[in-house]
């Protein structure tokens, strides 16, 4: 019998067969004894299903092929007995079997289902119920109609595809959603309506989102169930939206083949499912109002980070395909999964606070706010150019398959790119392309998908924490004799520890040792300093001496110069890029940041501050007024952000900004800014 830690200790040994016990355990947080209870769990189930056990050798473990390919081709096909679900996953399957039901429900029906106690099927119900509340929809009960659900059919829809999404992401989820329909007796068609989006997408010329075709086959699938059952309505603005979109045409296609009839709410419903899982390109929503928002967005990332993009045509495009099916899924409350999202803002806080910030200018062409599920993935766009920092050796050649996205395969193309520095990366592929190219084009596979290749296939995930990026370099490093990352195995010194000392948190300790030992290798991967440890005394000075703005910046920039932090070639490369891009580092209340590209002559990470008594104006306009500037001199793309991200939210605070301006000595900035820095300890 399988439950959710047997089949996510599964998972992770198919995904990353390298990895050694210790490396399971701290992944999924489960002692020696947890661990050993699951994996003996794993093998009997494997032999209920007449597979192989997986063997433990050493520190390490060896999987059988032909577990890996039953897991890749029928997710082991687990029957009712064989699964024991968690919580949540109960939660929303209770809801998904209520939303296609045939029949009335009773409590008995959920306990069959579940294989729980009655206790466990009412405490589910009762939590459902809190949990839908939230949604617009109300799971009812009486003796005559049992379990249903009420409320409008556009939000029971919708929390329907919140079941499906999550579900997705889960070990247990697509065994759980199978086992929905084969209570009800339903016929799984998702392989046919698979085969007739393909087609569609062939002959509309659109391409779907791996991940999110996925989802958009199973909610399909369930709106067959369930057609029919009460009128679906829409708000007028989106139907009006929707119904003049080119793929509208796709949308009624659809529906005459899932429905045999053709509705038109049905169709721009199923048009919003189509907008909201393809990349976006100009055929689908050419759309020159979308375009500018795209470019405001790109302008403010870059005013928020510091960080100048090269590329910058390449990148635009790029975010004009994940801003499409973006834009659909905000104005028609579509619901989003980012199995990452904690991840995220766990590891790329500052990061994913600055674009946060920086999508202002959706949210206002929207008139909607952007979930943080949204934001998530903008930042991993983002966060792809921001970490691109070292040109690309060709020594191996590797390519990398993607089925996430756009935007995930290029977060997942640099950070390979800085991991693996004497690997040359090709562009990402789908598994489609994959077939097209002569395997004599790489030497290794990067994938987020399980792959069958007569090459070294690594399975990563789009967004790698610090432990999953060591593992790999380890893994890599073994297999193409390349240099190997750390030279002190973490998996000993753990061991070492472990042996004379009481260790509170193994994952913990585990990853500070990670984290250190790469700090001590990679200049990238150091410490990433407060804005009090780089803004010091002697980088502060004040003047009322009349000064014009190139006057200004040079003031301000030569603590920086004299110290040096840069050299005089950047200073007036801070004041070409205001000559050519104009007076974009005013931020704003009379501040302004230079700042230039790091190879334009930063030596290291600084910052210096001026306060001008009598106001400078920038490229002498009275609109920028500036009388404070503070100079950045950032040696990358990341390691000022989060002494920038102090810095942004001690200057939007009103009093301590007036605080600060009125300040007359260098000591009583260096005060506050000690006093901020503090306060968010």
């Not at 109609?145 to 929390?159: A, M």
């Not at 674009?355 to 766009?381: C, H, M, N, R």
């Not at 002190?488 to 193994?506: F, Q, W």
Request: glycine content about 4%.
């Amino acid at each position: 019998m399988f439950d959710h830690k047997s089949l996510q200790l599964l998972t992770q040994m198919v995904n990353y067969p390298k990895l050694s016990i210790p490396e399971l355990r701290l992944q999924l947080n489960l002692s020696p004894r947890q661990f050993e209870y699951t994996l003996n769990k794993l093998n009997d189930g494997l032999i209920e299903l007449d597979l192989p056990k997986i063997e433990v050798i050493e520190m390490g473990f060896k999987i059988d092929e032909r577990v890996k390919k039953h897991w890749k081709n029928e997710e082991l096909s687990l029957g009712r007995k064989q699964l024991v679900f968690q919580e949540n996953e109960r939660l929303y399957l209770i809801y998904l079997y209520t939303y296609i039901r045939r029949e009335p429900i009773s409590i008995v029906h959920y306990q069959s289902l579940l294989q729980v106690s009655r206790n466990t099927a009412l405490a589910d119900v009762k939590k459902l119920r809190a949990l839908c509340q939230g949604e617009g929809v109300k799971l009812d009960y009486n003796r005559t109609d049992g379990f249903k659900l009420e409320g409008e059919e556009r939000h029971k829809r919708r929390f329907a595809s919140v079941c499906i999404g999550t579900l997705s992401q889960l070990p247990m989820g697509r065994p759980g959603i199978k086992q929905v329909m084969d209570s009800w007796k339903y016929e799984d068609a998702s392989t046919t309506i698979k085969q007739q989006l393909t087609d569609m997408a062939h002959e509309y010329q659109v391409v779907f989102v791996g991940n999110r075709l996925d989802q958009l086959i199973y909610e399909l699938l369930f709106l067959q169930f369930r057609y029919g059952r009460n009128a679906l309505f829409l708000p007028v603005k989106q139907t009006e939206l929707i119904q003049q979109q080119p793929l509208f045409l796709m949308g009624k296609k659809l529906s005459a083949y899932l429905f045999n009839e053709v509705h038109e709410m049905e169709i721009v419903y199923l048009t919003i499912q189509l907008l909201s899982a393809t990349q976006g390109v100009p055929h689908i929503y050419p759309s020159e109002e979308l375009s500018y928002v795209s470019d405001e967005i790109i302008r403010e990332v870059e005013r928020l980070t510091l960080v100048p993009f090269k590329e910058k045509p390449i990148l635009q495009s790029i975010l004009y395909k994940h801003l499409v099916p973006a834009y659909f899924r905000i104005m028609c409350e579509v619901p989003l999964s980012n199995p990452l999202i904690d991840t995220i803002k766990a590891e790329h806080d500052a990061l994913f606070k600055l674009v946060k910030q920086a999508l202002k200018p959706l949210s206002d062409f929207t008139g909607e706010w952007i979930s943080d599920e949204e934001v998530g993935y903008f930042t991993i766009l983002f966060g792809g150019h921001v970490r691109r920092l070292e040109p690309e050796p060709k020594v191996y050649r590797a390519t990398i398959v993607c089925p996430n996205g756009i935007s995930s395969s290029m977060m997942l193309r640099t950070q390979l790119c800085q991991l693996f520095p004497g690997v040359h990366f090709t562009e990402s592929h789908s598994v489609a392309e994959l077939k097209q190219i002569s395997p004599d084009s790489y030497d290794m596979i990067f994938s987020t998908i399980y792959l069958e290749s007569s090459k070294p296939v690594y399975l990563t995930r789009p967004l790698l924490t610090v432990l999953e990026e060591d593992y790999l370099q380890q893994a890599v490093a073994a297999d193409f004799d390349l240099p190997v990352p750390s030279a002190v195995p973490i998996d000993e010194l753990m061991a070492t520890i472990r042996k004379h000392a009481t260790i509170k948190s193994e994952k913990a300790l585990y990853t500070d040792l990670t984290n250190h030992l790469r700090q001590m290798r990679s200049i990238e991967r150091s410490h990433s300093p407060m804005l009090s440890e780089l803004l010091t005394v002697d980088k502060i000075r004040f003047t009322d001496a009349p000064l014009d703005w190139k006057e200004a910046i040079q003031l301000a920039a030569k603590p920086l110069e004299e110290q040096n932090y840069i050299t005089p070639d950047y200073t007036q490369a801070m004041i070409n890029r205001v000559l050519e891009i104009g007076a974009f580092i005013h931020v704003g209340k009379g501040i302004a940041i230079p700042h230039a590209r790091p190879e334009q002559g930063v030596q290291k990470l600084g910052m210096s501050l001026l306060r001008v008594k009598k106001p400078v104006l920038l490229l002498d306009q009275p609109e920028h007024a500036i009388d404070m500037f503070i100079c950045l001199a950032a040696i990358d793309n990341k390691l000022h952000l989060k002494a920038l991200t102090e810095l942004t939210s001690f200057l939007v605070n009103d009093d301590s900004l007036n605080r600060l301006k009125e300040a007359t000595t260098a000591d009583e900035i260096i005060a506050m800014m000690q006093k901020k820095g503090d306060d968010k300890k």
